[in-house]
């Protein structure tokens, strides 16, 4: 019988330690694969969030957009109206909560140009209150220098650093630029949480 040398024996050792070694790095490499593609889904994840946030936001914009267009075609219909027919400067939580009497003049045709114009207001804040989450609304200003339509809305996304809701900026004097479109008119006395979006028609 022939038996095993030693230089064969030390092959064999050689060997099955190559194998370990081949098993164990097979084992880092899928750990590695693993923490790599927990980081992927981790990012992935996060931009899945911003996407959302993003959307929310443009559905919102498309919203107010809607009602300060519809306003200022209403304006336009009713030529006979004055300065004062067309204000609306109520709170926030009064807005948010309160019907207004309507007379159907647009249907009636038998209304004065000042009650076509409350008729429209009360469309106008229906429509805040219906396509706005706990929307509200107000309208200042002149027909000739034109009208201010600010929708309000609650926004449940807008947080400080610290998670709790932030506070929009109010509106003064020398507020400008892109400012003065997102900042919240002191009459509204808006609560954290709620975001302003002001737009000027001219009739």
Not at 59 to 64: I, K, L, N, T
């Given at each position: 019988m022939s038996q095993a040398t030693p230089h064969r024996s030390t092959q064999r050792r050689a060997r099955r330690q190559r194998k370990c070694q081949i098993k164990?790095?097979?084992?880092?490499?899928?750990l590695v694969s693993l923490l790599v593609m927990s980081f992927g889904l981790l990012g992935l994840a996060g931009l899945q969030a911003s996407g959302l946030?993003?959307?929310k936001a443009a559905?919102?914009?498309?919203?107010?957009t809607d009602i300060t267009s519809d306003i200022g075609e209403r304006i336009r219909a009713n030529p006979k109206a004055v300065d004062a027919d067309y204000q609306y400067t109520s709170s926030y939580a009064t807005g948010k909560a309160a019907t207004l009497t309507k007379l159907n003049c647009r249907t009636t045709g038998a209304c004065t140009a000042s009650q076509t114009a409350?008729?429209?207001?009360?469309?106008?804040?229906?429509k805040a209150q219906t396509l706005l989450p706990q929307g509200s609304m107000q309208i200042t200003g002149t027909v000739a220098g034109g009208f201010v339509v600010t929708s309000m809305y609650m926004d449940k996304d807008f947080l400080t650093t610290a998670g709790t809701l932030d506070q929009?900026?109010?509106?003064?004097?020398?507020t400008t630029g892109i400012d003065a479109r997102n900042c919240c008119p002191a009459a509204a006395a808006a609560p954290a949480g709620v975001r302003c979006r002001n737009f000027t028609i001219v009739p």
């Open positions: 164990g790095a097979t084992l880092i490499e899928a946030t993003f959307q559905w919102s914009m498309h919203r107010v409350a008729d429209d207001l009360a469309d106008l804040l229906l929009t900026a109010t509106c003064t004097a020398t």
